[in-house]
């Protein structure tokens, strides 16, 4: 990925005009006003250069403008960047409007979606599942190789990671577990430092967890492909202080100007990735705060997001949206805007998962009897054995999958099996269990 072009120096841009004459100045700012978007979008010097140019205009009279519009609209976050300036954000249309969505779509309860959801019990299933995904999909965006469907075993069959690819994957899960059961707690730069710790553990050189760089250990951000410098983090003096003024601006929900609850998660995502605080592990941790932030605000559906395989299907977009920002003057309304984009996508994808999981519990229900005595943990392990015929299931995995004691899921299985619903086979020392061949008919046919 190649830098984008750095912006017209504003200050030069007036000064230069009005050695020309004022003339020149007072006619441009008395042309029709415009808004902070062309076309709806928020464009970037990098992308607007390349526009066609309104008629009378030339490109930097053109960006002179939409820098004035959104310097109208824009807001200070009490957080600097490396030259001490502040942060700020624009509200343009596309920001409103993508927030209303996000308020809407997460507002109205997941059980509108799936009415199951109202039962604690899979609630807690679903979380497990989202914590699982994102848990894997944000190691693989930093280089673990993985493949899902193993990872997804580990987590879920509960055994020890063999590889450190796997150890990043489990280390996240616990991060987000971490981080789930503090959502309620204020941010503190102790806290940080044990979920980094949580995040990087036996994955680093031995004292790098949990602990801030140091000046001599030099940290940038570069492009994989051609090694090209993207982006120097802060001075790690300046380390400490700056993470108090993000732990107060992550815990201050009032303050004199009202910043949107989404906004504020996102902004904190996008300060922790800025800073750099660690050796490793920074995007880890900066996602990880980003939920810490959305649950903390009272957004609890979003336990039930994958962001990072949003960005992970287009991290090109990610690194852009970041450098547009830093480009332009620490305008954080790209990256926000980005953000919001992606946020939308997840929850998009969470309902299609719940009412593809939806419409199989109801064919489990349509080949049951009325009177069946199964509990909702073995209806949706039929409904995915229906589906999925070579699949496997043990206790472990059954009971770290429902959250449930290990007498329970034992139970659940051997009732199935019982009922001639599943089949039984002895795995070293351990139970493993499979769908019958004639599973459907088997499913039509049984009683309680």
């Known amino acids: 990925?190649?830098?984008?072009?750095?912006?017209?120096?504003?200050?030069?841009?007036?000064?230069?005009?009005?050695?020309?004459?004022?003339?020149?100045?007072?006619?441009?700012?008395?042309?029709?006003?415009?808004?902070?978007?062309?076309?709806?979008?928020?464009?970037?010097?990098?992308?607007?250069?390349?526009?066609?140019?309104?008629?009378?205009?030339?490109?930097?009279?053109?960006?002179?403008?939409?820098?004035?519009?959104?310097?109208?609209?824009?807001?200070?976050?009490?957080?600097?960047?490396?030259?001490?300036?502040?942060?700020?954000?624009?509200?343009?249309?596309?920001?409103?409007?993508?927030?209303?969505?996000?308020?809407?779509?997460?507002?109205?309860?997941?059980?509108?979606?799936?009415?199951?959801?109202?039962?604690?019990?899979?609630?807690?299933?679903?979380?497990?599942?989202?914590?699982?995904?994102?848990?894997?999909?944000?190691?693989?965006?930093?280089?673990?190789?993985?493949?899902?469907?193993?990872?997804?075993?580990?987590?879920?069959?509960?055994?020890?990671?063999?590889?450190k690819d796997e150890r990043m994957i489990f280390n996240n899960f616990q991060a987000m577990e971490l981080m789930r059961r503090n959502a309620h707690v204020p941010l503190t730069t102790s806290l940080l430092l044990e979920l980094h710790e949580t995040i990087t553990r036996d994955t680093l050189e031995p004292g790098e967890e949990g602990r801030l760089r140091r000046g001599d250990e030099p940290v940038t951000v570069q492009d994989r492909a051609s090694g090209e410098t993207l982006h120097v983090p802060p001075d790690a003096r300046e380390l400490p202080g700056r993470l108090r003024q993000l732990c107060a601006f992550a815990n201050d929900s009032g303050g004199a100007v009202f910043i949107h609850p989404v906004v504020r998660a996102i902004v904190i995502h996008f300060m922790l990735a800025y800073d750099h605080p660690f050796v490793d592990g920074n995007g880890r941790t900066a996602r990880a705060l980003f939920y810490w932030s959305m649950i903390r605000q009272g957004y609890w559906i979003a336990e039930f997001l994958s962001i990072s395989r949003i960005i992970q299907r287009a991290q090109m977009q990610y690194s852009r949206a970041f450098l547009f920002t830093e480009t332009d003057h620490g305008d954080l309304t790209y990256f926000l805007l980005h953000q919001l984009e992606v946020i939308q996508r997840a929850t998009d994808d969470l309902y299609a998962y719940l009412e593809r999981k939806g419409r199989e519990a109801r064919q489990v229900d349509l080949l049951l009897k009325e009177g069946s005595v199964l509990n909702h943990r073995q209806r949706e392990l039929l409904a995915h054995a229906l589906h999925h015929p070579d699949a496997s299931y043990d206790i472990q995995s059954h009971r770290r999958r429902h959250g449930v004691v290990y007498q329970t899921a034992r139970q659940d299985l051997l009732d199935l099996e019982a009922a001639g619903l599943l089949k039984r086979d002895q795995v070293g020392r351990a139970f493993s269990f499979s769908p019958v061949s004639n599973l459907e008919r088997r499913l039509k046919k049984y009683k309680p």
């Open 1 to 163: 990925m190649r830098l984008p072009a750095t912006p017209p120096d504003l200050h030069a841009f007036v000064q230069r005009v009005a050695q020309e004459g004022t003339e020149r100045l007072v006619a441009l700012l008395e042309r029709k006003p415009i808004g902070p978007e062309v076309d709806g979008r928020y464009l970037h010097w990098d992308e607007l250069r390349r526009h066609p140019v309104p008629e009378g205009m030339t490109h930097d009279e053109w960006w002179y403008r939409l820098k004035t519009a959104r310097a109208a609209l824009g807001s200070d976050v009490p957080l600097l960047d490396k030259a001490g300036r502040p942060f700020s954000f624009v509200r343009p249309n596309g920001l409103l409007s993508g927030l209303h969505q996000i308020d809407w779509q997460l507002g109205k309860g997941l059980e509108l979606a799936d009415p199951q959801l109202a039962n604690p019990a899979v609630r807690d299933r679903y979380i497990v599942e989202s914590l699982m995904e994102e848990a894997i999909t944000s190691s693989q965006l930093e280089g673990a190789s993985t493949t899902r469907k193993v990872a997804k075993q580990m987590l879920e069959q509960g055994r020890p990671p063999r590889t």
